[in-house]
C-alpha cells in the first residue's frame, strides 16, 4: 500500500511570491500567508511578516484521487493577513484555478495571477506568482512533509468544527479555543523577513483611492468574516465591508447582563470598573526640618503616586490616588512621609489590601483615621502620624473625577489637568438685530475738494470681532445729501454674559480703499431691549460723537448735532443655529420663557474604543495614544478623561441629557490629546488630533431600549478614508409621555419667529459661522480647555464647501428616491408589452374597474401604503445608522478630488491644478447647463401651443381644444379615461413603433433657444 501511494502522481502547487498586496494592519503594511485548497484538502504557507512583497517560494503537495478528473477539478488560493494581536486574520485575495493549468513536472512555468475579490464590497489588489505541476518524486515529499501534517490537522481540526456545532455553544467555543492554542504551539519557527514598500503611483496617473483600515478587534472566521457570538461581536449589516460596519456588542452593564433585570442606577449604562481609592488628608507629630516641606508618597507595587509639597508646621494635602484594580501587582499599599529632596522617609505606613473595605454608593464616604507610622528602624513612637482613607470602589465613587490616576503616572504637572473628565455648558446665544434707518446733519470729514464731490456715505457697525457693513447710501431728490437713507438690517450673534459693545460709525468713502469717520455711537448691549416675539421695536435717534481725532483739533463743527436713527433688539425668539441643520442637537428658542417641558431623557454611556491607531510617536514606545471623547447635545458638551498610551482605552463613563425634541442628533467624537506629552506641549503645539466621530439621530431609537454596538471610527484623509479604531457605546432613550413625544411630529421644526420673520440662507450660514466662533472662544477659555478645532470638527464646521465627492454622493441619493417611481414607469411598461399576457390582463381589469368607481382610489392608496408599512414592520431597522461609506461615495473617489475636497479656501494649489479642476468644473457645469436647457425647451413648447409663436400649431390646437372641449361635454368622463386607458394599453402587435402624432406635434413646437447667441 505505502509503494503504491508513494509511485501514484500527487499535485504540487508551488506559491512563488505576491507583489503590491493591500495594507491591512492599519499601520501600511500587512503580514500575508497563503492557504491553498484542493478535494478537501488545506494547506498553507508561512506567514511573511510586514511584507507587501511577500516571497515564500513554498511547494504544498496535494494527494490526487484520479488525475484524468484533474480537467474537471477546481484550486481555491486565499491569501490571508495574520493579525497577531487578536489571532485572527483578514481577507487579501483570492484566486481560482481550473485543473486543465497543470503541467507536466519539468514544463511548469511561473504564472502570474491578479487577486480576485470575494465580495463586491471587497478592497483587494495586487497579484500572485503561482506554478501548478504533477510530480511523483519522494524529493519533493520531503520538503512538504510539513505541510502534510497541516494538511491533517486541519481535516481534522474541521471534523471537530462540525461536532462542536452539534454541542452546546459554550463547550464548543471553549474546546474552539482550545484547539486554537493547540495550533498555535505546533506552528514552525518564523524566519526574519524584510520590509519592503509598495510602489507610490506617478503624480499624473488618476486611479481610485485605496481603502486601508486599521486592526479591529473582531474576530473573523474561516470565511473572512465575523462570526456570532465570538468576543461578543455580531455583524448586523452586511451590505458594505465588514471593516466599516456596525457591530453589536454584550458588555456586562452595570455589573451584570444586559437582559438581566436592573434596577435603576446611575451607572447602569457602564460596565463596573474596581478601583483601589487612597485618601491622604494630612500628618501631625513628624520629626521635619522647621521650615521645611514634606510631601506625601503613596506606592503600590510599580505605581507611585505623590502629593504636593507643602509646610511641615501645617502639612494638608487632602488628595485622593485611584489605582486601577487590574493593574494591581502588588498586596499591599505603602504610604510615605518624605521631606523635599531627601530620599529617606520620615514615617511609613502599609495596609493589607485583603483588609481593604469596600464602598458602594450610596454609602456614605469612608472616614478618615489617623494611622501610627513607623520610621525606618521600625519604631512607631517617634514618626508621627497620617490621617488617611483606603477602600475599594468603582467609578460611580465621587472621589473618582478629582483623583489622581495611577496611568497618568508619566503625565506632567502641566497636563494633569487635561486628562480629567469635565462638562462643558454652551454659552446661551442670541440673535441682535440692528437696524439702520437714516441720519441727520452728516458733515463730511475733509473740507476743500471734497465738499464739490458727492459724499459716499456708509454706516459700519461692530460687535467684537462680527464687522458688517450697509451699502452706500442713494441720493433722493426729496432728501438732501447731509440727510442719508439706508433702512437695512444688520444681524450679530452675542452670548450671556454681555461683556460687548455696538460700535456704530458713519464713514465718507473720500478715496478708493479709504473710509473717513464722520461720526459714531457706542451702545452697551446690556443696555439693549430683548423681545421673544415680532411685536416691533421702538426706534431712537442717537447722538453722533464727531470729536473722537486729535484733541489738538479746534472743534469746528461743535454747533452741529448729527445724529443716527437705530432699531436695536436681541431676539430671544430665535433658535441661533450653531451647527449644521441636518445634524442639530437643540431647536429650542434663546427665551427661556418659551421652552416646553422636555419630553424625554437620554442617556448614553461611553464604554470604550478598540484597535485604535497610533497617533504619536513617544520616545521608547513606539506609537501610541492618549484618547478621550467628547460628547455635545444641546447646550452640554461632555469630556471623558484621557487614558494615556493605550490603543483600546476603557472610559466607561455615562452621562445624561434632557430632550426637548426628539428629531435631534447626538454627537460624539473621539480625539487625541496633545497636551499629554510635554515635547509637544512646550513645542506650541496645542490641537488635538482627530480620530472620528458618530452620530446618533433620537428619532431612530426605540423608547427604553439599551443600543449596544461598536461603531466604527472612519476619517477621510487625503489618501482615501481609514478605519481608525471602532467605540463602543451604550445608549438608551427613555420617554415619559408617548403622547407628548408624538405631539411633537406635528409641530414645526423651528420655533416660531423663523418663520414670521424668516432669516435668509446667506444669513443664516454667516450666523452659524460667528455662533461657532463665540463657542469655540468661550469653551477654548474653560479649565481644561476644549480646543477650537474640537469644536468645529464636532460642529461641522466645513460642511458647506464644495467637495465633487459630495456632489457624486448627493446626486446618487437623489437618484435613489427616484428609483421607485422609475421602478413603477417599467413596471407600467411591462404591462404595456404584455409580455405577461395574465398579469397585464389583470391590471386592464383593475384599471377599469377603477375607472368606475374612482371613489376607491384614494381608499385603496391609503389602504396600500398602510399595509406595506405592517409587512415592513418584521424587517424594520433595529440599530441605529452608522457612517456608510458607500452612501458617502467614499470608496471609489479619486485622489485629485479629495485633494481638492481637503484645499484650503482660498486655494493653495499651484495654476496648473486650479486650471486643471476649473476645467473639470466647466465640463460638469455644461452637462448641468445642457439638462436645464433641455427642461426649459420643454416648459416653452407648452407655452407656445397658445402664443400664437407657431401661427398654424396654435390653430390646430385651438381647434383641437375646442372639439375635445364638446366632447367631453357629451361624454361621461369615464368613458373617456376607461377609452384612453385601453388604448394605452393595447398589446404592442397593435401599436407602431413610430411615437404618436400628439408626441410629434409637440416636439415640432418653437422654443427660445433659437434666439440664444
Same mark, same amino acid.
Request: glycine letters at 6%; aromatic letters at 10%; one cysteine or more.
Given at each position: 500500500?505505502?509503494?503504491?501511494?508513494?509511485?501514484?502522481?500527487?499535485?504540487?502547487?508551488?506559491?512563488?511570491?505576491?507583489?503590491?498586496?493591500?495594507?491591512?494592519?492599519?499601520?501600511?503594511?500587512?503580514?500575508?500567508?497563503?492557504?491553498?485548497? !484542493?478535494?478537501?484538502? %488545506?494547506?498553507?504557507?508561512?506567514?511573511?511578516?510586514?511584507?507587501?512583497?511577500?516571497?515564500?517560494?513554498?511547494?504544498?503537495? !496535494?494527494?490526487?484521487?484520479?488525475?484524468?478528473?484533474?480537467?474537471? *477539478?477546481?484550486?481555491?488560493?486565499?491569501?490571508?493577513?495574520?493579525?497577531?494581536?487578536?489571532?485572527? *486574520?483578514?481577507?487579501?485575495?483570492?484566486?481560482?484555478?481550473?485543473?486543465?493549468?497543470?503541467?507536466?513536472?519539468?514544463?511548469?512555468?511561473?504564472?502570474?495571477?491578479?487577486?480576485?475579490?470575494?465580495?463586491?464590497?471587497?478592497?483587494?489588489?495586487?497579484?500572485?506568482?503561482?506554478?501548478?505541476?504533477?510530480?511523483?518524486?519522494?524529493?519533493?515529499?520531503?520538503?512538504?512533509?510539513?505541510?502534510?501534517? +497541516?494538511?491533517?490537522?486541519?481535516?481534522?481540526?474541521?471534523?471537530?468544527?462540525?461536532?462542536?456545532?452539534?454541542?452546546?455553544?459554550?463547550?464548543?467555543?471553549?474546546?474552539?479555543?482550545?484547539?486554537?492554542?493547540?495550533?498555535?504551539?505546533?506552528?514552525?519557527?518564523?524566519?526574519?523577513?524584510?520590509?519592503?514598500?509598495?510602489?507610490?503611483?506617478?503624480?499624473? =496617473?488618476?486611479?481610485?483611492?485605496?481603502?486601508?483600515?486599521?486592526?479591529?478587534?473582531?474576530?473573523?472566521?474561516?470565511?473572512?468574516?465575523?462570526?456570532?457570538?465570538?468576543?461578543?461581536?455580531?455583524?448586523?449589516?452586511?451590505?458594505?465591508?465588514?471593516?466599516?460596519?456596525?457591530?453589536?456588542?454584550?458588555?456586562?452593564?452595570?455589573?451584570?447582563?444586559?437582559?438581566?433585570?436592573?434596577?435603576?442606577?446611575?451607572?447602569?449604562?457602564?460596565?463596573?470598573?474596581?478601583?483601589?481609592? +487612597?485618601? #491622604?488628608?494630612?500628618?501631625?507629630?513628624?520629626?521635619?526640618?522647621?521650615?521645611?516641606?514634606?510631601?506625601?508618597?503613596?506606592?503600590?507595587?510599580?505605581?507611585?503616586?505623590? $502629593?504636593?509639597?507643602?509646610?511641615?508646621?501645617?502639612?494638608?494635602?487632602?488628595?485622593?490616588?485611584?489605582?486601577?484594580?487590574?493593574?494591581?501587582?502588588?498586596?499591599?499599599?505603602?504610604?510615605?512621609?518624605?521631606?523635599?529632596?531627601?530620599?529617606?522617609?520620615?514615617?511609613?505606613?502599609?495596609?493589607?489590601?485583603?483588609?481593604?473595605?469596600?464602598?458602594?454608593?450610596?454609602?456614605?464616604?469612608?472616614?478618615?483615621?489617623?494611622?501610627?507610622?513607623?520610621?525606618?528602624?521600625?519604631?512607631?513612637?517617634?514618626?508621627?502620624?497620617?490621617?488617611?482613607?483606603?477602600?475599594?470602589?468603582?467609578?460611580?465613587?465621587?472621589?473618582?473625577?478629582?483623583?489622581?490616576?495611577?496611568?497618568?503616572?508619566?503625565?506632567?504637572?502641566?497636563?494633569?489637568?487635561?486628562?480629567?473628565?469635565?462638562?462643558?455648558?454652551?454659552?446661551?446665544?442670541?440673535?441682535?438685530?440692528?437696524?439702520?434707518?437714516?441720519?441727520?446733519?452728516?458733515?463730511?470729514?475733509?473740507?476743500?475738494?471734497?465738499?464739490?464731490?458727492?459724499?459716499?456715505?456708509?454706516?459700519?457697525?461692530?460687535?467684537?470681532?462680527?464687522?458688517?457693513?450697509?451699502? #452706500?447710501?442713494?441720493?433722493?431728490?426729496?432728501?438732501?445729501?447731509?440727510?442719508?437713507?439706508?433702512?437695512?438690517?444688520?444681524?450679530?450673534?452675542?452670548?450671556?454674559?454681555?461683556?460687548?459693545?455696538?460700535?456704530?460709525?458713519?464713514?465718507?468713502?473720500?478715496?478708493?480703499?479709504?473710509?473717513?469717520?464722520?461720526?459714531? +455711537?457706542?451702545?452697551?448691549?446690556?443696555?439693549?431691549? %430683548?423681545?421673544?416675539?415680532?411685536?416691533?421695536?421702538?426706534?431712537?435717534?442717537?447722538?453722533?460723537?464727531?470729536?473722537?481725532?486729535?484733541?489738538?483739533?479746534?472743534?469746528?463743527?461743535?454747533?452741529?448735532?448729527?445724529?443716527?436713527?437705530?432699531?436695536?433688539? &436681541?431676539?430671544?425668539?430665535?433658535?441661533?443655529? =450653531?451647527?449644521?441643520?441636518?445634524?442639530?442637537?437643540?431647536?429650542?428658542?434663546?427665551?427661556?420663557? &418659551?421652552?416646553?417641558?422636555?419630553?424625554?431623557?437620554?442617556?448614553?454611556?461611553?464604554?470604550?474604543?478598540?484597535?485604535?491607531?497610533?497617533?504619536?510617536?513617544?520616545?521608547?514606545?513606539?506609537?501610541?495614544?492618549?484618547?478621550?471623547?467628547?460628547?455635545?447635545?444641546?447646550?452640554?458638551?461632555?469630556?471623558?478623561?484621557?487614558? +494615556?498610551?493605550?490603543?483600546?482605552?476603557?472610559?466607561?463613563?455615562?452621562?445624561?441629557?434632557?430632550?426637548?425634541?426628539?428629531?435631534?442628533?447626538?454627537?460624539?467624537?473621539?480625539?487625541?490629546?496633545?497636551?499629554?506629552?510635554?515635547?509637544?506641549?512646550?513645542?506650541?503645539?496645542?490641537?488635538?488630533?482627530?480620530?472620528?466621530?458618530?452620530?446618533?439621530? &433620537?428619532?431612530?431609537?426605540?423608547?427604553?431600549?439599551?443600543? $449596544?454596538?461598536?461603531?466604527?471610527?472612519?476619517?477621510?484623509?487625503?489618501?482615501?478614508?481609514?478605519?481608525?479604531?471602532?467605540?463602543?457605546?451604550?445608549?438608551?432613550?427613555?420617554?415619559?409621555?408617548?403622547?407628548?413625544?408624538?405631539?411633537?411630529?406635528?409641530?414645526?421644526?423651528?420655533?416660531?419667529?423663523?418663520?414670521?420673520?424668516?432669516?435668509?440662507?446667506?444669513?443664516?450660514?454667516?450666523?452659524?459661522?460667528?455662533?461657532?466662533?463665540?463657542?469655540?472662544?468661550?469653551?477654548?477659555?474653560?479649565?481644561?480647555?476644549?480646543?477650537?478645532?474640537?469644536?468645529?470638527?464636532?460642529?461641522?464646521?466645513?460642511?458647506?464647501?464644495?467637495?465633487?465627492?459630495?456632489?457624486?454622493?448627493?446626486?446618487?441619493?437623489?437618484?435613489?428616491?427616484?428609483?421607485?417611481?422609475?421602478?413603477?414607469? %417599467?413596471?407600467?411598461?411591462?404591462?404595456?408589452?404584455?409580455?405577461?399576457?395574465?398579469?397585464?390582463?389583470?391590471?386592464?381589469?383593475?384599471?377599469?374597474?377603477?375607472?368606475?368607481?374612482?371613489?376607491?382610489?384614494?381608499?385603496?392608496?391609503?389602504?396600500?401604503?398602510?399595509?406595506?408599512?405592517?409587512? @415592513?414592520?418584521?424587517?424594520?431597522?433595529?440599530?441605529?445608522?452608522?457612517?456608510?461609506?458607500?452612501?458617502?461615495?467614499?470608496?471609489?473617489?479619486?485622489?485629485?478630488?479629495?485633494?481638492?475636497?481637503?484645499?484650503?479656501?482660498?486655494?493653495?494649489?499651484?495654476?496648473?491644478?486650479?486650471?486643471? @479642476?476649473?476645467?473639470?468644473?466647466?465640463?460638469?457645469?455644461?452637462?448641468?447647463?445642457?439638462?436645464?436647457?433641455?427642461?426649459?425647451?420643454?416648459?416653452?413648447?407648452?407655452?407656445?401651443?397658445?402664443?400664437? @409663436?407657431?401661427?398654424?400649431? $396654435?390653430?390646430?390646437?385651438?381647434?383641437?381644444? &375646442?372639439?375635445?372641449?364638446?366632447?367631453?361635454?357629451?361624454?361621461?368622463?369615464?368613458?373617456?379615461?376607461?377609452?384612453?386607458?385601453?388604448?394605452?394599453?393595447?398589446?404592442?402587435?397593435?401599436?407602431?413603433?413610430?411615437?404618436?402624432?400628439?408626441?410629434? !406635434?409637440?416636439?415640432?413646437?418653437?422654443?427660445?433657444?433659437?434666439?440664444?447667441?
Amino acid at each position: 500500500m505505502d509503494d503504491a501511494n508513494s509511485n501514484k502522481e500527487k499535485l504540487v502547487v508551488e506559491v512563488v511570491a505576491a507583489h503590491n498586496l493591500m495594507p491591512k494592519d492599519g499601520e501600511g503594511s500587512c503580514s500575508p500567508f497563503v492557504e491553498v485548497e !484542493f478535494e478537501n484538502q %488545506r494547506l498553507r504557507t508561512q506567514v511573511k511578516y510586514k511584507d507587501l512583497n511577500p516571497v515564500w517560494s513554498e511547494k504544498l503537495v !496535494f494527494h490526487v484521487k484520479d488525475v484524468a478528473d484533474l480537467p474537471y *477539478r477546481t484550486i481555491e488560493i486565499n491569501v490571508f493577513n495574520e493579525k497577531r494581536s487578536s489571532n485572527s *486574520r483578514n481577507f487579501l485575495g483570492k484566486v481560482r484555478v481550473s485543473g486543465t493549468s497543470i503541467a507536466k513536472e519539468g514544463e511548469e512555468v511561473a504564472q502570474l495571477y491578479t487577486l480576485d475579490k470575494r465580495s463586491l464590497f471587497s478592497h483587494i489588489r495586487g497579484e500572485i506568482s503561482l506554478k501548478f505541476y504533477l510530480s511523483t518524486k519522494e524529493a519533493v515529499k520531503e520538503v512538504t512533509g510539513g505541510d502534510a501534517a +497541516v494538511s491533517g490537522s486541519s481535516s481534522s481540526s474541521s471534523k471537530k468544527n462540525k461536532k462542536l456545532q452539534q454541542q452546546g455553544p459554550a463547550m464548543a467555543r471553549q474546546q474552539q479555543q482550545q484547539m486554537a492554542l493547540d495550533n498555535n504551539n505546533n506552528k514552525p519557527s518564523q524566519q526574519t523577513q524584510q520590509h519592503a514598500k509598495p510602489g507610490d503611483p506617478k503624480p499624473g =496617473d488618476i486611479k481610485p483611492v485605496v481603502i486601508t483600515a486599521g486592526h479591529a478587534p473582531a474576530i473573523p472566521g474561516p470565511g473572512g468574516g465575523v462570526p456570532a457570538g465570538v468576543g461578543g461581536l455580531r455583524n448586523v449589516f452586511s451590505g458594505g465591508s465588514s471593516e466599516f460596519s456596525l457591530k453589536e456588542t454584550s458588555p456586562h452593564l452595570g455589573g451584570g447582563l444586559l437582559h438581566r433585570d436592573k434596577t435603576s442606577s446611575t451607572y447602569d449604562l457602564v460596565e463596573q470598573m474596581q478601583y483601589l481609592y +487612597v485618601r #491622604i488628608l494630612k500628618c501631625r507629630d513628624v520629626s521635619a526640618s522647621s521650615g521645611g516641606e514634606v510631601m506625601a508618597e503613596v506606592k503600590l507595587g510599580n505605581y507611585r503616586g505623590i $502629593t504636593k509639597r507643602v509646610s511641615a508646621n501645617n502639612p494638608q494635602w487632602d488628595q485622593v490616588f485611584a489605582f486601577s484594580k487590574d493593574c494591581i501587582q502588588s498586596s499591599v499599599a505603602e504610604i510615605f512621609i518624605k521631606e523635599k529632596d531627601k530620599d529617606e522617609f520620615l514615617g511609613r505606613v502599609w495596609f493589607d489590601l485583603n483588609e481593604v473595605p469596600r464602598r458602594v454608593p450610596p454609602d456614605s464616604q469612608l472616614a478618615s483615621q489617623w494611622h501610627r507610622m513607623e520610621d525606618k528602624k521600625g519604631d512607631k513612637s517617634k514618626a508621627g502620624e497620617v490621617m488617611v482613607s483606603i477602600w475599594f470602589g468603582t467609578q460611580a465613587d465621587e472621589a473618582f473625577a478629582e483623583a489622581w490616576h495611577s496611568k497618568a503616572a508619566n503625565v506632567h504637572f502641566d497636563g494633569l489637568s487635561s486628562i480629567k473628565s469635565k462638562v462643558y455648558l454652551s454659552p446661551k446665544l442670541w440673535y441682535f438685530r440692528v437696524s439702520i434707518i437714516e441720519a441727520q446733519d452728516i458733515v463730511p470729514g475733509e473740507k476743500g475738494a471734497s465738499m464739490v464731490k458727492f459724499p459716499e456715505l456708509s454706516v459700519k457697525a461692530q460687535v467684537g470681532n462680527q464687522v458688517f457693513r450697509t451699502r #452706500i447710501a442713494q441720493a433722493s431728490p426729496s432728501r438732501s445729501l447731509s440727510n442719508p437713507y439706508w433702512n437695512e438690517d444688520l444681524m450679530f450673534v452675542v452670548a450671556e454674559p454681555f461683556e460687548d459693545y455696538l460700535l456704530v460709525s458713519v464713514e465718507d468713502r473720500v478715496a478708493p480703499g479709504r473710509d473717513e469717520v464722520v461720526g459714531r +455711537v457706542l451702545l452697551p448691549v446690556t443696555a439693549i431691549e %430683548r423681545r421673544t416675539d415680532d411685536k416691533p421695536v421702538t426706534s431712537r435717534w442717537f447722538n453722533l460723537d464727531n470729536h473722537f481725532g486729535n484733541a489738538g483739533e479746534p472743534k469746528i463743527v461743535s454747533r452741529f448735532g448729527s445724529r443716527i436713527h437705530l432699531r436695536v433688539s &436681541l431676539e430671544g425668539g430665535y433658535h441661533v443655529l =450653531d451647527e449644521a441643520t441636518m445634524y442639530s442637537s437643540d431647536v429650542r428658542p434663546t427665551a427661556k420663557q &418659551l421652552w416646553k417641558p422636555h419630553i424625554g431623557v437620554l442617556e448614553i454611556g461611553i464604554l470604550g474604543a478598540t484597535g485604535l491607531i497610533p497617533i504619536k510617536l513617544k520616545e521608547g514606545k513606539g506609537g501610541s495614544t492618549d484618547s478621550y471623547c467628547v460628547a455635545k447635545y444641546g447646550h452640554k458638551w461632555i469630556r471623558t478623561r484621557t487614558v +494615556v498610551d493605550s490603543l483600546s482605552p476603557k472610559w466607561n463613563e455615562q452621562y445624561t441629557w434632557e430632550v426637548f425634541d426628539p428629531c435631534t442628533v447626538i454627537t460624539v467624537g473621539v480625539f487625541d490629546n496633545s497636551r499629554v506629552d510635554k515635547n509637544t506641549t512646550n513645542a506650541g503645539g496645542y490641537r488635538d488630533s482627530r480620530i472620528g466621530k458618530v452620530r446618533i439621530r &433620537l428619532s431612530t431609537l426605540e423608547s427604553d431600549r439599551v443600543y $449596544t454596538h461598536s461603531y466604527p471610527l472612519l476619517m477621510l484623509h487625503t489618501s482615501g478614508v481609514k478605519k481608525m479604531g471602532e467605540l463602543h457605546l451604550a445608549v438608551r432613550f427613555s420617554c415619559a409621555n408617548m403622547g407628548n413625544m408624538l405631539s411633537i411630529y406635528t409641530l414645526p421644526l423651528l420655533p416660531k419667529m423663523h418663520y414670521v420673520h424668516p432669516l435668509s440662507v446667506n444669513q443664516l450660514d454667516s450666523l452659524r459661522y460667528q455662533a461657532m466662533n463665540v463657542v469655540a472662544s468661550r469653551l477654548s477659555r474653560a479649565e481644561p480647555p476644549l480646543g477650537r478645532e474640537v469644536v468645529e470638527y464636532m460642529l461641522d464646521h466645513d460642511s458647506h464647501m464644495w467637495s465633487m465627492r459630495r456632489s457624486k454622493a448627493n446626486f446618487f441619493r437623489l437618484m435613489s428616491v427616484l428609483s421607485s417611481f422609475v421602478a413603477m414607469g %417599467r413596471f407600467v411598461e411591462s404591462m404595456r408589452n404584455w409580455n405577461k399576457p395574465v398579469y397585464s390582463t389583470i391590471f386592464m381589469m383593475i384599471f377599469l374597474v377603477l375607472v368606475s368607481f374612482p371613489e376607491l382610489i384614494i381608499p385603496l392608496l391609503l389602504l396600500y401604503m398602510a399595509f406595506v408599512g405592517i409587512w @415592513r414592520y418584521r424587517s424594520r431597522p433595529r440599530q441605529p445608522p452608522h457612517m456608510d461609506t458607500r452612501l458617502s461615495y467614499a470608496e471609489n473617489v479619486y485622489p485629485d478630488e479629495l485633494d481638492e475636497e481637503f484645499d484650503s479656501f482660498p486655494t493653495s494649489r499651484s495654476a496648473e491644478i486650479v486650471r486643471m @479642476r476649473y476645467d473639470r468644473l466647466r465640463s460638469v457645469a455644461g452637462r448641468i447647463q445642457t439638462v436645464v436647457g433641455d427642461m426649459a425647451s420643454q416648459g416653452e413648447r407648452f407655452q407656445a401651443l397658445l402664443s400664437w @409663436r407657431d401661427p398654424r400649431a $396654435t390653430f390646430l390646437f385651438v381647434n383641437l381644444c &375646442l372639439f375635445a372641449a364638446v366632447g367631453f361635454y357629451l361624454v361621461p368622463t369615464k368613458a373617456v379615461v376607461a377609452l384612453w386607458g385601453l388604448y394605452v394599453l393595447r398589446p404592442p402587435k397593435f401599436r407602431s413603433k413610430l411615437p404618436s402624432r400628439a408626441l410629434s !406635434f409637440f416636439r415640432r413646437l418653437p422654443t427660445k433657444a433659437d434666439s440664444f447667441l
